[in-house]
Nanobody
């Protein structure tokens, strides 16, 4: 059974930092072409892509988090991380880890939610002003 388990959420003041982790169990990235990503959903809003990292190390960020958030994953077996700095109240949301594997060769690395086939249950991040 594939499980993606997020951790590290919590409450922080405006301008603070948090780090999220996502551990994948019951699954191995056997295909060399995959993506793992962070999405978030604020109350009353649609889920949006935050950052993704391809197995090559290539990353894509949504504009609102560029230069503040960093996504990383050392290798196929390591957890997925999201370091969030200079947090703002508008970053408040449930954060989800997602994986796309195997990734068809014709896909571009993106934050298109519909392409991701494995999802975690989420971890809450709250930023207060």
């Amino acid at each position: 059974q594939v499980q993606l388990l997020e951790s590290g959420g919590g409450s922080v003041q405006d301008g603070g930092s948090l780090g999220l982790s996502c551990v994948v169990s019951g699954f191995q990235f056997r295909d060399p072409n995959y993506c793992v990503a962070w999405f978030r959903q604020a109350p009353g809003k649609r889920r949006e892509g935050v950052a993704t990292i391809h197995s090559s190390g290539y990353t894509v960020y949504t504009d609102s988090v560029k230069d503040r958030f960093t996504v990383s994953k050392d290798n196929a077996k390591s957890p997925l991380y999201l370091q969030m700095n200079s947090l703002k109240p508008e970053d408040t949301a449930m954060y989800y880890c997602a994986a796309l594997s195997p990734m068809p060769f014709w896909y571009n690395v993106s934050l298109r939610e519909s392409e991701y086939n494995y999802w975690g249950q989420g971890t809450q991040v709250t930023v207060s002003s």
